[in-house]
């Protein structure tokens, strides 16, 4: 298959330090793959590579199939667009979108219905004449993702393209970008430090830590499957609740001991925690698996106690987060330890909680993700919902 992306890539930074190690990341035709990490992870320099803005160590470089690993940037027929993109402040709107094109040697007639097309699908047309200096950061942006958008080239390199788009922008710019890949079936690698662009758009996600891939799966499959709780707590719009726990048994049936709760399984031991009777495990909880205490008649479910610390009016529900009786749990050495586990909840529209307020929180332990906390990997996954 044609694809784009890095094999087996080593990238040294010129301190020695290690920039991305051994990295495969492949995306196919018409596919639009998601770069996604934390500050530091290698993200960009991922897309540099690739670009031919970065050079490697070792592995090779890919682009619609072909090996371009030692060609220039300006042969390898990309359309990338970055955070600050640059546009020519003495060209119009206009003629930034289609300057691609012309120098491309374009027909005019062809380069005003491209560029008319997606000036269109930006909502861009009535800026059409305008500057550069005269239009906001957002609109800037927008010209940008326009002005690779207009052209069909092997690959398209999007990194934080989206950055100083307002929430309203963002959703519009984001579904025209898929559409665009979709119905141009030319490849896209999209850098983001936002999870909501990964969930809404990819086809698939790849993950990564400290230069190397944590994991590459659809968003679907990060979400119910993470490899470790850094996947587990950043493939999400809504960080995922850790608490310290120990698996316990109690005759035929196993549960977590969480400070001086046990909250049951209802059920054996699952084989995957055979080797983690008595020793300690880290549960991860989504906000959809928490629930608020005072209107849960549930039996299997068990009640912990705790403050609420803040409260986030959505519309159609409530977001709170509440502190419990529980050590936090860090996601990686960087976020340090100390404090009380916190626990993210949905409560009803018209709920009466406020910071300060006491407060149960309803927990199935069935429905609990499980990690090592010496490694942080997984080791246990809840079922589908029945």
Known sequence: ????????????????????????????????????????????????????????????????????????????????????????????????????????????????DRVLAQARGLHLTRVLSRKPHTLSAGERGQVGVGRAMVREPSAFLFDEPLAHLDAAHRGRMRRHVADVVKNTGVTALYV??????????????????????????????????????????????????????????????????????TLPLWASLPAELGEYVGRDVVLGLRVEDVHEGA????????????????????????????????????????DGAGGDARLRARFGRTTSVRPGSTVALSVDASRAHVFDPATGLALLHPAAPA
């Open 192 to 261: 983001t430090h936002d999870p909501s662009d990964a969930l809404a758009i990819a086809d698939r996600v790849a993950v990564l830590r400290d230069g190397q891939v944590v994991q590459i799966g659809t968003p679907h499959d990060l979400y119910a499957y993470p490899a470790d709780m850094l996947v587990a707590d950043f493939v999400t719009s809504m960080p995922i609740g850790l608490l310290p726990a120990r698996v316990v048994t109690s005759g035929a049936e196993a549960g977590y001991q969480v400070a001086a709760r």
């Open 1 to 112: 298959m044609a694809y784009t992306g890095l094999r087996e890539v080593t990238v040294v930074h010129r301190d020695g330090s290690v920039a991305l190690h051994e990295v495969t990341v492949l995306a196919g035709p018409g596919e639009l793959l998601v770069i996604l990490g934390p500050s530091g992870s290698g993200k960009s320099t991922l897309l540099r590579t690739i670009a031919g803005l970065t050079s490697v160590r070792s592995g090779e470089v890919v682009i619609a199939g072909e090996r371009v690993t030692g060609l220039p940037t300006h042969k390898r027929n990309l359309a990338m667009v970055f955070e600050h993109s640059s546009l020519a402040p003495t060209l119009d709107v206009a003629a930034n979108l289609g300057f691609g094109l012309t120098i491309r040697r374009l027909p005019e007639a062809e380069v005003h």
């Open 295 to 334: 209107h849960d008649d549930d039996p299997r479910r068990i009640q912990l106690p705790g403050i609420v610390e803040h409260v986030e009016f959505t519309g159609p529900d409530t977001l709170v987060t509440v502190r419990v009786a529980a050590p936090a749990v860090p996601v990686s050495r960087a």
